[in-house]
């Protein structure tokens, strides 16, 4: 077993702190993808023209194809999907406040980065996960292939206007901050979850070295996408 | 033959306004779909609660699901998606701008009697079109039967408030209003779509006595409707 794929055993589901852990995690992903929807579905408003307000849309909408299965999960695990949500209510929804768009573009880099980072972020996590688990996060998270549009448009808006690099550059930085700021105030709040990434008695754990590696590994993979859009990070 | 499945063959498409006419109602479809997207994901805003807000978004996101079918179509039949939704976003937007609900259950109510109105509208029309367009259009209009939640939630509203039925009548009646005002407009306006209403050398058409039976049928289906919510229309 190495340090990215450790994964918890199904019988993990026998600690209830595991499967409160769980729990957590898949109303945090769930509430992620209702306030991805909507915060979409509100950006799109910011499109230029018809075609490009229907390709945002339709990734929106697409933010709901997996919900019903993570409702589904979540009360299998004895729980209500609602209010195993809840808790993750303030901080999606401040880290959308802090983040709204001002024009179409800053809308376009927050769909992709913000999305990429979240996909990232809990795919790391679902890695010390029971296979059961994993297998439902690695599909919810499923990319929509639907970002190529992004790329495009952002690398044309800044071939038509240098000033839109550098603004964009900024704002994606200021993302990554956001994201950062409400993800350690999760971790500060949920004690099942940060529990969960320390490992238990039959279940391997990050370190703070590992957490460390984990971060640097996002922040990498952040990098790449800002550099894809044509962006310095 | 009868009234009511009058269809035109598929040799209709030999007459160019034929065609035009059919692209016509497909861009208004679409951009139907995409209009009602926008504003239930709006409205769902309004949600006392989480369950509530994920019902309606999820309304919102299946209006997608059959837009990329209807783009399709039209770009086989030789026009642009978007240059074809064009011409109906006025009204589309100015339906929903003079009907935005002030709470969620108008928001409900409009969500339900809003898109049976579009649906029944759509299916008199595909009624005297080529049998593909008319699936077409009838698997575009399929009820998601999410619906049923908007009776529940509207019937247990009125029963808890007995004013808030009353308020809703109304609330409907201006619902029916706004949509004809509408509707006129883009009789008005698009000369194809008048034009296949009213028939061709080889195609049946309607006549004034046959529109008017249509509106019967319509507002018949409106209080039908208002009568499943609870309320009188």
Not at 30 to 54: H, M, Q, T, V, W
Not at 92 to 99: G, N, R
Not at 116 to 129: M, Q, T
Request: a negative charge; aromatic letters at 8%.
């Amino acid at each position: 077993m190495t340090e990215s794929q450790p994964g918890a055993s199904k019988g993990a589901f026998a600690d209830p702190e595991y499967a409160e852990a769980v729990v957590d995690l898949l109303g945090a992903i769930a509430y992620g993808e209702l306030a991805a929807f909507e915060r979409l579905a509100d950006d799109a408003k910011l499109a230029p023209g018809l075609a490009d307000k229907i390709a945002l849309s339709s990734m929106a909408a697409s933010e709901f194809s997996h919900l019903a299965q993570l409702e589904d999960r979540i009360s299998e695990l004895g729980a209500d999907p609602y209010e195993a949500m809840e808790p993750f209510r303030q901080a999606l929804d401040d880290f959308h406040a802090h983040t709204a768009p001002s024009d179409w573009y800053e809308g376009l880099v927050k769909a992709y980065v913000g999305d990429g980072l979240a996909r990232d972020f809990y795919r790391e996590i679902a890695a010390y996960l029971d296979p059961e688990t994993r297998a439902l996060i690695t599909e919810a998270l499923e990319d929509s292939q639907r970002s190529a549009f992004i790329v495009e448009k952002v690398r044309a808006g800044i071939a038509a206007d240098h000033r839109l690099g550098g603004r964009l550059a900024l704002w994606g930085r200021r993302l990554m901050g956001e994201a950062l700021i409400q993800a350690q105030r999760i971790a500060a709040e949920r004690d099942a979850m940060t529990a969960l990434l320390a490992g238990g008695v039959d279940r391997p754990g990050l370190d703070l070295a590992a957490i460390g590696r984990m971060f640097t590994r996002l922040t990498e993979r952040h990098s790449e996408r800002m550099d894809e859009l044509g962006l310095e990070a």
